[in-house]
């Protein structure tokens, strides 16, 4: 546990662009939310590949998401039955299932539609949210810390300074 905490605050006081660490949140939700074997988590992992997004937050923010997706399946399955078994959206199904590649993607699985809509709807606010919090994070309670008497006192000691060049955080 303190290692994850750790593992954030690292994340949280790196030098990663706020919209790198927030995409990888929002990516790692929509992951995390669907069953992980799915041709659209295929495509996510695909452009955090090929996108510039913070790696060691999506796989935090994975491990945390899956774990609460376990807690929201009955919504996902309500709300997945209710878009499966609407009647003006029925010739969309039937036309998408008579097409192989929506096949493949196992979208009449009604936990799959459900939590896939749900972090689809989500994903825009879960990206500003985080990009804004990062961002007060930074000014404010990481400054306070940084000005602190207490953590002065630590990064002038020589112990900080062993520390932080056999860490790797040494510039």
Not at 112 to 121: A, H, K, R, T, V
Not at 125 to 154: C, D, T
Request: hydrophobic share 55%; aromatic share 14%; glycine share 6%.
């Amino acid at each position: 546990m303190i290692r994850i905490l750790a593992r954030i605050l690292k994340t949280l006081n790196s030098e990663s662009d706020p919209g790198q660490i927030s995409l990888a949140l929002g990516f790692a939700m929509v992951a995390g939310f669907t069953p992980f074997v799915s041709l659209h988590n295929f495509v996510i992992v695909f452009l955090i590949l090929i996108l510039r997004v913070n790696l060691s937050s999506f796989l935090l923010g994975l491990a945390a998401f899956s774990g609460i997706a376990y807690l929201l399946d009955p919504l996902f399955h309500r709300m997945g039955l209710a878009l499966l078994t609407a009647d003006s959206l029925g010739g969309l199904w039937t036309t998408l299932y008579n097409s192989t590649i929506w096949r493949l993607s196992r979208f009449n699985n009604s936990v799959l539609m459900g939590s896939f809509f749900f972090s689809l709807l989500c994903f825009l606010p879960l990206l500003f949210l985080a990009n804004w919090g990062i961002r007060r994070y930074r000014a404010h309670v990481l400054e306070w810390v940084r000005k602190s008497r207490i953590m002065q006192a630590l990064t002038a000691s020589k112990f900080y300074s062993i520390y932080k060049s056999a860490s790797g955080w040494a510039r």
